[in-house]
């Protein structure tokens, strides 16, 4: 009997091979023409996968502290082999899954496959989309470089202005009045332990609820289906969508790899608690469309604080995404045309935004 | 004629699957070969050769022994009862862990597994196998410096 043979008789005299793989060879993708949007969230998962195995091998070297951050960091770039290759995955795969886990919120959104009953997919993923955010706000501070220092004084400035939790909130996340070394402590401990067990059990989660309620189909495609039942096409999941969803993998790794080698992450120069912000500094792309909308609110609205109602604007609009599957209409195939619209408003703003905060002095 | 039409897709598929596989692996060579190239840890430049001050002769008696930093391990420095210096690396050669000097016994002695050395360094019972590195020792002034010996 051959090795594979005999680990599957292994596996089959205790678990039952034919039930345990009943699963995966029940699951099916439908195929229609917006198929391919379905490969983001597996390249999402699959970068999530690269961060955790980068993020691992830089722990080796990395030390927290404000005397030690810089200079670890430094040390993996020029004196660990490949070092500078494995904080460059790092960095760019950071930035490639806000932008695929962005990509694969508006794709849901668009087609529709937050409504019933996948309700609780759409929050779990959004929870999610929020964690990479919160993974990318505390990892930009670890290097301990300038434009980190005072892109962390700004970020957790921001949340401090929120009448009554907003102080307590700042001493937490800063662990003091000010941006120190024990603030790139806490981030650490963010970084590395409190985002990745959260995230993780996320991940599983929606991965599960995936499961159980299958892959949705855009109404559209469903409502064609259904007046002709004969043009109704699906795959298999496994192996046919395993293996087209691995060769993106394979595309998206081979991106990662070229992007991280041709253009390798800069370090900068060490953070300097005394020195003046540098000129046209900028957050990341990701916060560039909130940073440019609070440098264009005015400062009193009516009365009011302008950048506390702009920051009490976003977390609105956080709130209401978050619960967008609830706002919808009941009927599957009839779903409110005002959330198409408002999500190309909202796409369209950011993007807008992003490039205008790009290129403003 | 059976035989002939099917022999030729299976032989192109063996090739297919020879040149997909021979890709796939030489990548996955190519991933892993950085990352076992990172784990591997630079080497820190190590300033044991050179001279260091190992204590001074007011600060340590006859019949007494002191630990010392040498480069990135610890030394130890003794004075004999008759008042002569000896150095000597004071990792011990059995498991690493750092030896001491024992008056009472004018032995140097290891208490994680009970090694004895004498005040040279020599091992003379117990579990370590080879004699515990020993170190050139001058006296200049009042001032003990320590070495590692140069070979010839």
């Avoid at chain 1, 691995?246 to 991280?260: I, K, R």
């Avoid at chain 2, 750092?98 to 020599?122: A, E, F, K």
Wanted: glycine share 8%; proline share 6%; charged share 15%.
């Amino acid at each position: 009997m051959s090795l594979r043979a005999r680990l599957k008789q292994w596996v089959d005299e205790r678990f039952g091979w034919e039930a345990l793989t009943a699963p995966l060879r029940k699951k099916t993708v439908p195929s229609h023409r917006y198929s391919y949007w379905y490969f983001l969230g597996g390249i999402t998962l699959f970068l999530f996968l690269i961060q955790v195995v980068t993020g691992a091998l830089l722990l080796l070297y990395y030390r927290p502290g404000a005397n030690d951050a810089f200079e670890s960091v430094q040390f993996i770039m020029t004196q660990v082999q490949f070092g500078w290759l494995v904080r460059s995955i790092h960095s760019w795969s950071a930035n490639l899954i806000v932008f695929t886990a962005f990509a694969h919120m508006f794709s849901v959104l668009f087609l529709k496959a937050y409504r019933k009953p996948r309700e609780l997919t759409w929050v779990s993923g959004m929870v999610l989309l929020f964690l990479i955010l919160g993974f990318g706000f505390t990892g930009y501070l670890l290097p301990w470089n300038t434009v980190s220092y005072f892109a962390t004084k700004v970020g957790t400035a921001i949340p401090g202005q929120i009448p009554l939790i907003g102080r307590p909130t700042l001493i937490f996340l800063r662990g003091g009045e000010d941006v120190t070394g024990a603030t790139v402590n806490r981030m650490f401990g963010f970084h590395v332990a409190i985002l990745p067990g959260i995230a993780t059990l996320l991940i599983m989660l929606h991965l599960g609820l995936i499961q159980w309620f299958g892959i949705s189909a855009p109404p559209k495609i469903e409502k064609e289906w259904k007046q002709s039942p004969a043009s109704r096409r699906e795959m298999h999941f496994f192996p046919n969508f395993a293996l087209r969803e691995l060769m993106a993998w394979y595309a998206a790794l081979g991106v990662l790899g070229a992007l991280a080698a041709l253009f390798p992450w800069n370090l900068g120069v060490k953070a300097d608690p005394f020195a003046s912000a540098p000129a046209g500094i900028k957050p990341e792309w990701y916060f560039l469309f909130m940073f440019q909308s609070l440098k264009l609110i005015p400062a009193k609205i009516f009365g009011v604080d302008g950048e506390l109602l702009g920051v009490l604007g976003f977390g609105a609009l956080a709130g209401i995404a978050v619960l967008l599957p609830f706002l919808d209409r009941k009927e599957p195939f009839n779903t409110s045309r005002w959330i198409t619209g408002a999500g190309v408003l909202v796409l369209s703003y950011m993007v807008a935004m992003t490039i205008y905060g790009h290129f403003a002095r | 004629m059976d035989s002939q039409s099917t022999a030729p897709p299976l032989a192109r598929r063996r090739f297919v699957e020879l040149i997909l596989g021979t890709g796939l692996i030489a990548s996955a060579l190519s991933f892993l070969y950085p990352i076992l190239k990172y784990l591997i840890p630079p080497k820190l430049p190590d300033y044991a050769n050179e001279a260091v001050l190992a204590a001074r002769v007011s600060e340590i008696k006859p019949n007494q022994g002191k630990i010392f930093r040498f480069g990135s391990k610890p030394g130890l420095l003794i004075e004999s009862a008759a008042g002569e210096y000896s150095a000597m690396s004071a990792v011990c050669t059995h498991l690493g862990c750092t030896v001491q000097y024992r008056s009472d016994l004018n032995q140097v002695w290891c208490p994680c597994h009970n090694g004895m050395y004498d005040i040279h360094g020599r091992n003379i019972s117990g579990p370590p196998p080879r004699p515990l590195e020993a170190l050139d020792v001058q006296v200049r002034g009042d001032e003990i410096f320590v070495r590692r010996k140069t070979e010839g």
